[in-house]
């Protein structure tokens, strides 16, 4: 799991920007504060700190609760913009130029 949410973090960092401009087209936390735009350079930091922290034997429960707290917010935000808004999105989960459909597996990634 650890390695994974590592490799995912990675992928985003390459080319942030991209990620970022993928990421506001659903996610609700930057829709929340869209004058506040530095979500989307933190959230990847985040993402490898969760991803390093549980390749620890047991990562602090700061973390624990981080990483809840994102993959609510993710699964929230994929459902919304899938089911409800009925989107036809690209997932950002690995990078902004991905050509991966927005659906049921970013739903699962976030869960």
């Known amino acids: 799991m650890g390695i994974s949410i590592c490799l995912l973090a990675m992928l985003k960092l390459m080319d ?10 659903y996610d609700l936390i930057s829709s929340k ?3 506040f735009n530095g979500w989307i350079y933190i959230y990847p ?3 490898l700190l969760i991803g390093i922290s549980f390749l620890n034997s047991s990562p602090p429960y700061l973390i ?3 990483a809840l707290i994102l ?3 993710g ?3 994929v459902f919304k913009a899938v089911y409800f808004d009925k989107l036809k999105l690209n997932c950002a989960c690995i990078g902004g130029y991905a050509k991966t459909p927005l659906g049921i597996i ?3 990634e976030n869960l």
């Open 71 to 73: 993959g609510i917010s």
């Open 16 to 25: 942030i920007e991209a990620f970022g401009t993928s990421y506001k087209k």
């Open 64 to 66: 624990i609760f981080i």
């Open 75 to 77: 699964m929230n935000s």
């Open 33 to 35: 504060f869209t004058k």
């Open 106 to 108: 970013s739903f699962i």
């Open 45 to 47: 930091f985040c993402e």
